[in-house]
Nanobody
Framework: QVQLAESGGGLVQAGGSLRLSCAASEGALSNYAMGWFRQAPGKEREFVAAHGWTIVSQYYADSVKGRFTISRDNAKKTVYLQMNSLKPDDTAVYYC???????????????????WGQGTQVTVSS
């Protein structure tokens, strides 16, 4: 069973950038489709981006398209989320998640992901 741990969150001014990392242990990252989600206070967890088993299989929420980029390095067992042009509305706890084969991971529903990290806080000041 894979275990996931996020890092890289912090406080940044609007317009700035951050890169989140999600390191996998106790399992091969290549076994999973990987996604990033976020949850702001008082709101439901929402899909941000997902990356399947090929480089072309990437999906993004409309709110982050053109600003965020998801990537993965299976050899390093790490998934990344590069976040540029950050806005105060991007403030949330960011979670990475893994989905086993057969899940509809591209649809961005949290219920289609099997493993979750603990989250990392991203705060964007105006």
């Amino acid at each position: 069973q894979v275990q996931l741990a996020e890092s890289g969150g912090g406080l940044v001014q609007a317009g700035g950038s951050l890169r989140l990392s999600c390191a996998a242990s106790e399992g091969a990252l290549s076994n999973y489709a990987m996604g990033w989600f976020r949850q702001a206070p008082g709101k439901e967890r929402e899909f941000v981006a997902a990356h399947g088993w090929t480089i072309v299989s990437q999906y993004y929420a409309d709110s982050v398209k053109g600003r965020f980029t998801i990537s993965r390095d299976n050899a390093k067992k790490t998934v990344y989320l590069q976040m540029n042009s950050l806005k105060p509305d991007d403030t949330a706890v960011y979670y990475c998640a893994g989905a086993v084969a057969g899940r509809r991971w591209w649809q961005g529903a949290p219920g289609d992901y099997d493993y979750w990290g603990q989250g990392t806080q991203v705060t964007v000041s105006s």
